[in-house]
């Protein structure tokens, strides 16, 4: 009984720890990528109103 509940908390405590570890990368994975098409479409837009302003 003992080995049985020390073999589900150790397979407990290294599934989060495999889900954790997989969040933070698939979320900084996904942030990083909206961060650069966002600077991509400020730098558009800066040059549409750099072209649009008159002299």
Do not use: C, H, Q
Request: charged fraction near 25%.
């Amino acid at each position: 009984m003992n080995d049985l509940f020390l073999l589900f908390w150790s397979v407990m405590i290294f599934a989060s720890i495999a889900w954790y570890g997989f969040l933070l990368f698939y979320v900084g994975f996904k942030g990083g990528r909206e961060i650069i098409v966002m600077t991509k479409a400020f730098d558009k837009r800066d040059a549409l109103e750099k072209k649009s302003e008159p002299n």
